[in-house]
């Protein structure tokens, strides 16, 4: 609950690394818009939308974990010596 009252826009400025920002259409607990402004506020960040997603997507849906794992190999790691 610490966050729902906490404003991080600062913050979320400061980020710099790739972000993917995923929400569910239908969280009843964090409303969208504050998924859309997240994303406008960081630099490298990427909105995906879960059609219909409720609150607690990668517990409760198989895109939402198909995108973030896709999400996570499409960065460019650097290889290991």
């Known amino acids: 609950k610490a966050y ?15 972000t993917l920002v995923l929400h569910g259409e239908k969280d009843q607990v964090v409303p969208l818009a504050w998924a859309q402004t997240l994303a406008t506020l ?15 997507l990668l517990f409760k849906s198989d895109e939402a974990r198909h ?6 190999k499409q960065l460019d790691h650097p290889k290991n010596p």
């Open 42 to 56: 960081i630099p490298s960040a990427r909105l995906h939308i879960i059609k219909g997603g409720p609150h607690g």
């Open 67 to 72: 995108t973030a794992i896709n999400f996570l």
């Open 4 to 18: 729902m009252a906490s404003d991080t826009c600062a913050d979320a400025r400061r980020v710099s690394v790739p």
